[in-house]
């Protein structure tokens, strides 16, 4: 989901997190604010995978890559759910 030049990279529990974080990776270096949006147990497990990974590529290329995490109460199906977000900054 892309708003101006912010990305938010919604992460499920089968998604793979070389991939996650290969996108979030590209979209930081073309100039992106780049958010992760994991709910339930699984799904944040990967995304915590993907944001590890982020780290050692952004590492590769000199960068440092660090993040802050939170929530956010997200609307599915007419059902509230609280997902678990982490910010990329780098």
Known sequence: MVNDKNMN???AGRSDPSSVAG????????GFNVSLTAIGAGAVNQMLKSV???RSMAASGG???YF???FATETINGEEKTAMKIFLKS
Not at 23 to 30: C, G, L, P, Q, T
Request: hydrophobic residues 45%.
């Open 68 to 70: 802050v995490s939170g």
């Open 9 to 11: 990279l919604r992460v």
């Open 23 to 30: 996108s979030a990776v590209k979209y930081i270096h073309e």
């Open 52 to 54: 590890t990974i982020a």
């Open 63 to 65: 960068k440092d890559l």
